[in-house]
Structure formats: structure tokens, C-alpha cells
């Protein structure tokens, strides 16, 4: 028998499961929520986003695990579990999530709230005033809107849309024809806000609320004159919303879109949620109306859908229970009017919120006003809704540019507001295209052509998010402005290949998916193995939201086997298990999680001194490499390469506040200052101090 044969690297004990990855995610995302030093209203905001994540892992990520086993199509990942195995983890890991938080709610922030003076007023305590009021409010704004649904032969169950509140009726006595109905559907529409508040003065504080839930209960029985309602209980589902449109069968993308955006409210159930005081029998029926075993049943105690609790944050003027208001640092055009004379000076390095977003909608509103500029090109993938950015390209169509715009339709949830956007820019003359047939356009380029002179020259933005500024204020992302000349036309090429669809020539600087980023990725870290193993010094660090692919995984753990360091900064999903002896007990990995969203992708390799840093718009998994248009660029400047390296590594790595650390079991252990002498690091603090507030 051979002896220290080398460890079998796809061996399924050396990955995490991508979906309980995902689930331990939203469990940092609670702990956020539960942490006493965050303002009341973030931790009631982190509540809700945890509630909201809970939708996408259903609506996404369970879908596609039941629709496998429908289709008997399974999937098996390096991890090594089945669909079936998963999905029963799943489970078990999915209700405990959720009992926490209804646990956190109703024992935690309900009565810290209440403390504050935030009420929320239960039925059971509405004096005789608040039940007037309400019982006004409900016929006059309730009543119009509700269309009971008395459930016989005639009128079968209804078709419940996606995510809605919905409420079961026991109903007994007859109708007005003389039958008899046990049971009805009551929905609320969606226009209708879930929370109420008292009017002033009616309640011990302005700030008393009434859950939208309750009205109804209190008054359902005016649907139904002439019979005895006997229960009524709120209920959710949650349906598989993932798009499923042939592209290699359909002549235009756009139309199919269009069809199929409707039925996203209506795939198959994979969750209901309902109100924990239900009787059995109509859980049951609800149950063999959508197909659904016991093990879908989210029994609640509270709203059924806790993320409508974040208009809460909304509703209450407290700014001493929220985050401090800061302000990004000025536009680099407060300080350079001419940011194209700013940009030929030198690159220019933006961080994301620290520094304002306004420079990127400076350089296409300069960019649209400038006479001499010939052509604008972009991508979008996400953008606001009444985006100026759009304005500005629109505004540049109608002056006579060429404005060539790549939207992505099939960005996830965002299908219908690009869409739009497409309309718009080619109403206004712009050059409009949909990327190419079966690869996401998730790349965020934009190029600028000038004539200077008897010269023609471009400019570029290169970023790590999308281009939106009401996420720019919450989503940490670097974004670079350059006129390097090799790299513009490594911009332009890309630009060429997905209008023309031809063949990727040469790229000097850029790393494209799905043709040379994996493979560059690889090669880059085979390199630092290579440099460990000549005995000199090897680091890896790379920072990004979700690692899964298994190839890249596998190398890292040679690289750790032949001695060099790596460090991960990865904010949600992570499949790599760190500290494993003989395979990764180089490896540290982490998570840092506050009050804005972790999301740059950054690349780092010491190469023995001749250092490389990439930023980039891709994670390292299978979609971003091989299904994905994606591009890593390079920071050639050394001073911004530096600031970097500090900004999203050091700061982060040294952090001790909201970060945690990923153990070989898959578990997360949070970071605490060592000692009583130790000083707090908070990075995300530190960055606003050295970046933000002008």
C-alpha cells in the first residue's frame, strides 16, 4: 500500500454545501439584528432583510432543488449531497432561522421598540376610540378593495399570487342562496400598506402603529353578512421564481421576456407560511390545494412577512435609533471641474460609499454635454428606476451621439424595470442590444470616445457594481476612471465582441469570462503554489460574495498545502472548508457584515514581489466564469493598488467588530476584541473616517 499518498481534493468532506452556506449567511445577517450595539431601527432593518433573503433562498435556490427532483434531473455538488439530503437539511436549518426570528421580534425588538415609545397595538388593548377609528378606516379604505371568495364547486381555489397576504376563512352558515360555505379566501392587495398609524393623539405615543393583519380580523365578519366567521388565520406563499426562457428558441428576447414575467407570480409553491395559531385541518387543506408536505409549513407568530416591517424605519422620525447620517466624500469633479483633463492626469479610484457616486454621473453628464465626445458605450445590469444616469444617455442620443447600451434583461427581479429601460433609450435614438444568447451580461464598463485634437481618445469607467446610485449609498464597491490607453482598448473590444458577437481578440490588461478569467484565476494561483514551493513568499488574498467553484477551491488548497497563505474575505455563500490539516490550514477565511453591504470583487497575488490586483465584477463561481460576460481589471497605478490593499484587506482582515471566521466545520465564530485593553477595529468605521464626511 502506497504511503502519504496525496489527499483526493474532490473529496466531498472538503466542501460546504452551497445552500446551508447560504443559510449561515442570513444567520450573520440575524446576529446583526440581535447585536445590542446596533441602533434599534438597523436592527429592526436587519430583521427584515434577513426576512427578505428568506424569499430569494425559497423563491430562488429551494425552487431549483424541488424542480429537480420533479424532473428527476438531480444535481449532485462537491459537497456530495444529494437534492433530496439537502433539501432535509434545509429544512431543519430553515425553521430554526425562522423561529429565531419571530422569537427576536416578539421578545427583543417589540419591546425595545416600546421603550422607544414604538407601538405596536394589538387588538386585544384598542380602547374604544382607536376601534371606532379603525372600524371606519376599514370600510373605508379595506372594504372597497376586498373581494371575498366563498370556496365551493363554482368558485374553486383561487390563483394566490407570489408572496401576497392571504387569509383562510372557517366560515358556518349558509349564503344568500342558501348554501352552505365552511370555508373562503380573503387577499389583501398589494397597494394596501401593512402597517397603520393611529392618528395623533389617539394613542399613548405618535409613534403607535396597527398591523394591517389586525384590522382585518377584527372586521372580516363584514364579508361575510349572515354568517359566523369562526376563525380567520393569515397565510403566504412562496413560489419558484426563477425565468425559464429558451434563448436558443426565441427570435426576440425582449417579447419573451415580456410573456413570461406574469407567470413568475404564479410557479410552483415551495413554502407556506401561516399564522401558528391555525387549526391543523386548514393547514392541512392548504396543503393539498399547492402540493405541499409537511416539511414546506412555516408555522409564524407574528406577520407573515416580516420585511413589510421595514417601512417601520421609514415611518418613525428617530434618528438617534439609526446610524449616524454621514456624508460620501465630494465628486472628484466639486474639485475638477473638467474631469476629462482630472482623467488624463491621472487614474481615478473611487470606494464606494465612502466616496460619492455623483463622479461616475458626472462623467456621463460631461460626457452627454461635451461637444467634442463622439460615442458613449455601457452596460447595465441594475440601475434606478428614475435613473439620471439613463437621462443622461438619453439626452446624448438625442444630441447626436452614438450611445450603444447593453441592458441585461434577465438580471434577477429587475426583468420588468430594464425592460423599460431598453424602451426608453431606443425611443430616444440609442443603439440598444441584449447581450448575448445564453451568457448574463454582468461586466460594468463604460467607454467614452473624444476627439482632442486631430486625435481621437477613450476614457473608461471600470467597476465592481452596478450602475445605481440608491445602492451606491449602501453597497461598498470600487470603481476606477482611466484613459490608459491599452486598457480603453481592451474596453472597446469587449464592447465589439458583444454588439458584433465576434471573436475575442487579444486583451492586453482585461480578464474576461467566460473566455480567460477562470483560466487567468487559476494560472495566478498555480503560480503563488509555485512560488511557495521554491521556498518563496506566497500570498493569496481575494475578496468577494459568494466562492463555490470546486476547480478554484482545489487550488487553493494545493496552494495551502505547498505553503502559502490566503486570505478570503467573502461576505455570503463559501464552499471552502479552511483549516482542514493537510489541505487548507493556510487558509482563513471571513465574513465581515455592518451597515453597508460588503460587495466588491478584489484579486490579489504577491507574485514574488511583482505584485497583481485585479478588481472585478465576477465571483468565483461556476455562473460568473463559464455562463457570465465578466471582466477583472487590473490597478496598474501602484499608489492605488496600495490603497487598496488597505482598504479592502487590511482594514477588514484587522476587524473585530462585525466580522466573523469561518471554522473547518462550516460554522462562523464572531470576532471579539482580545482582552479588556483591546481596541474595537471597526473597517467600516474606519473607512468612513478616512474616506468619507468630505
Known amino acids: 500500500m502506497q504511503e502519504n499518498a496525496a489527499p483526493d481534493l474532490n473529496n466531498p468532506d472538503y466542501y460546504l454545501n452551497r445552500e446551508l452556506s447560504l443559510l449561515a449567511f442570513n444567520r450573520r445577517v440575524m446576529e446583526l439584528a440581535q447585536d445590542p450595539r446596533v441602533p434599534l431601527l438597523e436592527r429592526l432593518r436587519f430583521l427584515c432583510i434577513s426576512s427578505a433573503n428568506m424569499d430569494e433562498f425559497f423563491e430562488v435556490r429551494v425552487a431549483s432543488l424541488k424542480q429537480q427532483l420533479q424532473l428527476d434531473v438531480a444535481s449532485i455538488g462537491a459537497d456530495g449531497l444529494t437534492p433530496t439530503a439537502a433539501l432535509r437539511q434545509i429544512t431543519t436549518t430553515a425553521h430554526a432561522l425562522v423561529e429565531s426570528q419571530y422569537k427576536l421580534l416578539n421578545e427583543s425588538i417589540i419591546p425595545a421598540l416600546r421603550q422607544e415609545g414604538i407601538y405596536f397595538v394589538r387588538r386585544t388593548h384598542w380602547d374604544e376610540r382607536q376601534l371606532a377609528w379603525l372600524s371606519d378606516y376599514f370600510d373605508r379604505e379595506l372594504m372597497p378593495l376586498l373581494s371575498p371568495l366563498g370556496l365551493d364547486p363554482a368558485h374553486p381555489f383561487p390563483n394566490v399570487i407570489n408572496k401576497s397576504l392571504n387569509f383562510i376563512i372557517s366560515l358556518q352558515g349558509t349564503d344568500a342562496f342558501g348554501r352552505e360555505i365552511d370555508t373562503a379566501i380573503v387577499q389583501a392587495p398589494r397597494s394596501l400598506p401593512r402597517i397603520i398609524r393611529l392618528p395623533e393623539g389617539m394613542a399613548a405615543s405618535n409613534d403607535s402603529f396597527v398591523f394591517l393583519s389586525s384590522i382585518l380580523h377584527a372586521f372580516i365578519d363584514r364579508l361575510f353578512p349572515g354568517m359566523e366567521v369562526l376563525g380567520c388565520y393569515q397565510f403566504r406563499l412562496t413560489r419558484n421564481s426563477n425565468m425559464y426562457v429558451d434563448e436558443e428558441e426565441v427570435d426576440d428576447l ?159 427581479f429587475d426583468e420588468e424595470a430594464n425592460i423599460g429601460l431598453a424602451n426608453q433609450l431606443q425611443n430616444a435614438g440609442a443603439h440598444v442590444v441584449y447581450g448575448v444568447v445564453g451568457y448574463k451580461t454582468h461586466a460594468k464598463l463604460c467607454l467614452v470616445v473624444r476627439r482632442e485634437g486631430q486625435h481621437l481618445r477613450r476614457y473608461a469607467h471600470l467597476g465592481t457594481g452596478n450602475y445605481h446610485p440608491g445602492t451606491a449609498r449602501i453597497y461598498t464597491d470600487f470603481g476606477l476612471l482611466t484613459c490608459q490607453a491599452d486598457m480603453t482598448e481592451d474596453v472597446h473590444k469587449v464592447f465589439h465582441m458583444l454588439t458584433g458577437l465576434g471573436r475575442m481578440r487579444d486583451l492586453k490588461y482585461l480578464l474576461e469570462a467566460p473566455f480567460t478569467l477562470h483560466l487567468a484565476i487559476m494560472d495566478k494561483i498555480q503560480r503563488e503554489t509555485q512560488h511557495a514551493l521554491a521556498g518563496k513568499p506566497a500570498l493569496i488574498r481575494a475578496r468577494m460574495n459568494a466562492l463555490i467553484e470546486p476547480q478554484t477551491i482545489s487550488a487553493l488548497y494545493q496552494a495551502s498545502q505547498a505553503g502559502a497563505r490566503v486570505e478570503l474575505v467573502v461576505r455570503g455563500v463559501c464552499c471552502l472548508r479552511p483549516g482542514i490539516a493537510g489541505i487548507s490550514e493556510n487558509i482563513h477565511v471571513r465574513s465581515v457584515m455592518g451597515r453597508f453591504l460588503e460587495h466588491p470583487r478584489v484579486f490579489y497575488f504577491q507574485n514574488a514581489g511583482d505584485e497583481e490586483l485585479y478588481c472585478s465584477s465576477a465571483d468565483w463561481m461556476p455562473r460568473n466564469f463559464f455562463r457570465r460576460v465578466e471582466v477583472a481589471f487590473p490597478i496598474l497605478d501602484q499608489k492605488l493598488r496600495q490603497r487598496i490593499i488597505h482598504e479592502a484587506f487590511e482594514l477588514h482582515l484587522q476587524d473585530n467588530t462585525q466580522a466573523w471566521e469561518l471554522q473547518a466545520d462550516g460554522t462562523y465564530l464572531r470576532q471579539q476584541p482580545e482582552g479588556e485593553e483591546a481596541a474595537a477595529i471597526n473597517a467600516q468605521q474606519q473607512l468612513l473616517k478616512l474616506l468619507g464626511n468630505g
Open 254 to 412: 425582449l417579447q419573451a421576456m415580456q410573456g413570461e414575467l406574469p407567470q413568475r407570480n404564479y410557479g410552483a409553491v415551495v413554502r407556506l407560511e401561516v399564522a401558528d395559531h391555525c387549526p391543523t385541518d386548514n393547514i392541512e387543506y392548504l396543503m393539498e390545494q399547492f402540493h405541499l408536505c409537511e416539511q414546506d409549513v412555516y408555522n409564524v407568530n407574528g406577520p407573515v412577512n416580516l420585511n413589510r416591517l421595514m417601512a417601520i424605519a421609514d415611518l418613525v422620525d428617530r434618528p438617534d435609533l439609526r446610524f449616524p447620517p454621514f456624508r460620501p466624500a465630494p465628486s472628484v469633479a466639486e474639485r475638477h471641474p473638467d474631469l476629462f483633463e482630472r482623467i488624463k492626469h491621472s487614474d481615478v479610484l473611487m470606494h464606494h460609499p465612502y466616496q460619492s457616486f455623483q463622479t461616475v454621473l458626472d462623467f456621463i453628464e460631461q460626457a452627454a454635454k461635451d461637444p467634442n465626445v463622439l460615442a458613449i458605450k455601457m452596460t447595465l445590469y441594475r440601475t434606478s428606476k428614475q435613473s439620471e444616469l439613463v437621462k443622461h444617455l438619453i439626452r446624448a442620443a438625442r444630441l447626436g451621439k452614438e450611445v450603444t447600451v447593453v441592458v441585461e434583461l434577465r438580471a434577477r
